[in-house]
């Protein structure tokens, strides 16, 4: 299947920069602070009053705080995942752009050449005929009419 696939480089870049930005200056930065402020909460609910409704609340809380975290590193890995895969479509695209434009410049150079010395070859075949003569058999005997 022959066809052209056009892709906005620049638009790919820039969701891939504004990724990284997200996940850098926001996500990162919030996970940590939800860790540093809740753990300490967490460690400390519900000791003084072991009740079994206490602990219960206190293990689902834990539970909570764990998933939520783990949803949290899970985007960031993913993040990271789709940022880097970003940069290896741009560096392909721009690679694949690369080659096309090297074997484009080639065909045309060759092209270029191959119609120079055509040109060369049809010029000195001018110049050639010019200083040919035709045989007197050649022309009919009636001076030229046939």
Excluded: C, W
Excluded at 69 to 96: C, G, H, K, P, W
């Amino acid at each position: 299947m022959a066809g052209n696939i056009d892709i906005d480089l620049d638009s790919v870049r820039a969701f891939g920069e504004e990724l990284r930005a997200e996940v850098t200056r926001g996500i990162r930065p919030s996970a940590v602070a939800i860790v540093r402020d809740s753990e300490p909460d967490i460690v400390h609910y519900g000791v003084r009053t072991a009740t079994p409704a206490m602990t219960s609340a206190r293990i689902r809380l834990q539970d909570s705080l764990a998933l939520a975290l783990d949803n949290m590193r899970r985007f960031v890995n993913v993040s990271q995942s789709m940022v880097a895969a970003v940069e290896t479509l741009i560096a392909a695209y721009e690679s694949a752009d690369g080659v096309s434009r090297e074997a484009a410049e080639k065909i045309l150079a060759d092209a270029t050449a191959q119609a120079d010395v055509a040109r060369a070859r049809y010029e000195a075949a001018q110049i050639a005929a010019a200083h040919v003569s035709l045989p007197d058999d050649y022309l009919p005997a009636d001076g030229g009419m046939a």
